[in-house]
Structure formats: C-alpha cells, structure tokens
C-alpha cells in the first residue's frame, strides 16, 4: 500500500511553461488537498476537493488549476510558470474535510523550481 | 484575521523534555493539530485535541486551552530522532486547516 504518491519528485522549470504537477492515493479517501510549502511560511492551502467532481479555491489559488475526475487522482497545473511559484509542494488526503477529526495524510513533496 | 503562533526554533538536550507553544486565532474552532516534519520529508501526524486538557501519547504529549486559544506540545527522553519541525495547526468552523509555520527543534547530545 503506498499512501499517497506524488511526481515528479523534483522539477526544474523555465517560466512561462506549462506544468502538471501529479497526486494519487490509494486510500480512497474522499478529501484531497494542495500546499506549498516555504521557508519560514506555513504551509498554504492551494486548493482542495471534498469529494471526487468537486473542487474549491484555497488561501493562494491564483496561478494554479485542480480537477477531481476520480477519488484517487488530484492533478495540479501551473498554466504558465512563473519564479514565485518556486515551492515545495505537498499533496494531502483526508477521509473528510467537513470533520472535526481530519487527520491529512501527506504525499512526499514535489520541489519545483521555476527559473 | 486567522493566525497561528509558534516559535521558530528550539534547542534541547538528549534525554531532557522540551515544550512547544502555540497560540492560535481562528474564527470558529474545531479542533488542534501537531504534526511532525523531518527535514526534507512529508508532514506526519502526531496529535490531535479538541477538548481542553492533556492527551498523551507515549512519550509526546498535547494540550489544549480553548478559552486561551492555546496549545502546548511535551517532547519527553528527547531522542536525537525528535529533531525536526513541529507544526502546529488549527481547524477554523470551516474545517480548513489553518497552519503555523512551524518551530524547528534542535537535539544537542
């Protein structure tokens, strides 16, 4: 069972390209997640799906684009990269987002650079 | 605004117990979490608390404050394992986490 697996794990782009950034769980969770994480910031919600057809806009949406066709895969574009989006970025799972208790379960990054 | 405060970096010895703070300013409550991150690795989970009071967990512990919008993560018999960052994160009335950014702890022999 591998959990949650993300790709590419490692990433150099020049700006301005298009990039998908790729998540997959197998824990048939309903809830997936985006974060980018930076030095000194916390991690930062980029967008989410609380269940497979449905998508919402996290804390720093702009720049990026999700789609939910199935429960395992939760794919994130960049349309055209630009250097701020230079971040590591984590998808999650959880069983639930409307619940109290919503253990995220992390894949293990995907470091982009956008140069 | 929602907000969540930590401290950015701890040092401790092996062997000895260590706590880490966090304050936190939501709108709405639902719950604290901690999560454990190895320099390099994925978040993991270490606690949760939605009541105030102590949850222990072997040799890590988490408390939690409501009306002080408060938390405190105990780290006992520090093994030199125990160094990484500690996130503290708080779940606002809708259910999104809200993240610190987090306090790296320093294990010295």
């Known amino acids: 069972i591998a959990g949650i697996t993300q790709a590419p794990t490692s990433q150099i782009l020049a700006a301005g390209r298009r990039m998908t950034l790729r998540c997959t769980q197998d824990?048939?969770?309903?809830?997936m997640y985006w974060y980018r994480q930076d030095l000194g910031l916390g991690l930062r919600l980029i967008h989410y799906?609380?269940?497979?057809?449905?998508?919402g806009k996290g804390e720093v949406p702009d720049g990026y684009s999700v789609s939910r066709a199935n429960t395992d895969d939760f794919p994130l574009t960049l349309a055209s990269a630009v250097p701020s989006q230079t971040s590591v970025y984590f998808c999650?799972?959880?069983?639930?987002?409307?619940?109290?208790?919503?253990?995220?379960?992390f894949g293990p990054g995907t470091r982009l650079t956008v140069l | 605004g929602q907000n969540i405060d930590q401290p950015t970096e701890m040092t401790a010895t092996e062997g000895a117990i260590v706590q880490i703070n966090c304050t936190y300013q939501?709108?709405?409550?639902?719950?604290l979490f901690w999560y454990q991150q190895h320099a390099g690795e994925a978040p993991t989970f270490l606690s949760y608390?939605?009541l105030d009071g102590l949850e222990e967990k072997g040799r890590f512990s988490s408390f939690l404050s409501r009306s002080k919008g408060y938390s405190y993560l105990l780290l006992k018999e520090l093994q030199m394992k125990d160094s990484a960052s500690y996130l503290c994160a708080a779940l606002d009335s809708n259910y999104q986490l809200i993240w610190g950014a987090g306090t790296k702890l320093i294990i010295k022999p």
């Open positions: 799906s609380n269940t497979a057809g449905t998508t």
């Open positions: 608390n939605v």
């Open positions: 999650a799972s959880s069983d639930s987002k409307v619940s109290s208790y919503n253990e995220q379960f």
């Open positions: 939501t709108s709405g409550f639902n719950g």
């Open positions: 824990m048939r969770h309903n809830a």
